[in-house]
């Protein structure tokens, strides 16, 4: 896990993909290659592009994945893990367990 995580640190964290090709590694044990192409993809980029903070900030404000400095408007807390599960086609813990106690 620590790796995984100095990994997306190096990435950018939330600036860019990296929590997202992060839990890509942990939830389905991708490497890094593997975890930024499987992201890549699924947000239709290359994956010179999730690299990039500014495209990725335009990305995920327009599919609600959450930003570093929200504005008005964008994804915050489970709202964008909901997101980032239904983009990324994983489970999320947290998000199963909101979405159970909600009965949806």
Same mark, same amino acid.
């Given at each position: 896990?620590?790796?995984?995580? /100095?990994?997306a640190?190096?990435?950018?964290? &939330?600036r860019?993909?990296?929590?997202?090709v /992060?839990?890509m590694?942990m939830?389905?044990? &991708?490497?890094?290659? =593997? /975890?930024? =192409?499987?992201?890549?993809?699924?947000?239709?980029?290359?994956?010179?592009?999730?690299a990039?903070?500014?495209? &990725?900030? =335009?990305?995920?404000?327009?599919?609600?994945?959450?930003?570093?400095?929200?504005?008005?408007?964008?994804?915050?807390?489970?709202?964008?893990?909901?997101?980032?599960? =239904?983009?990324?086609?994983i489970?999320i813990?947290?998000?199963?367990?909101?979405k159970?106690?909600?009965?949806?």
């Amino acid at each position: 896990m620590a790796l995984a995580h /100095a990994h997306a640190s190096g990435m950018g964290g &939330m600036r860019t993909s990296g929590d997202l090709v /992060a839990r890509m590694q942990m939830s389905r044990g &991708m490497k890094i290659k =593997e /975890a930024k =192409e499987y992201v890549a993809n699924k947000l239709s980029l290359s994956v010179t592009e999730i690299a990039d903070p500014v495209i &990725m900030t =335009e990305v995920r404000q327009d599919l609600k994945l959450g930003v570093i400095s929200p504005q008005a408007g964008d994804a915050l807390g489970i709202e964008a893990k909901c997101r980032i599960a =239904e983009v990324l086609d994983i489970d999320i813990n947290c998000v199963n367990r909101f979405k159970n106690k909600a009965g949806i």
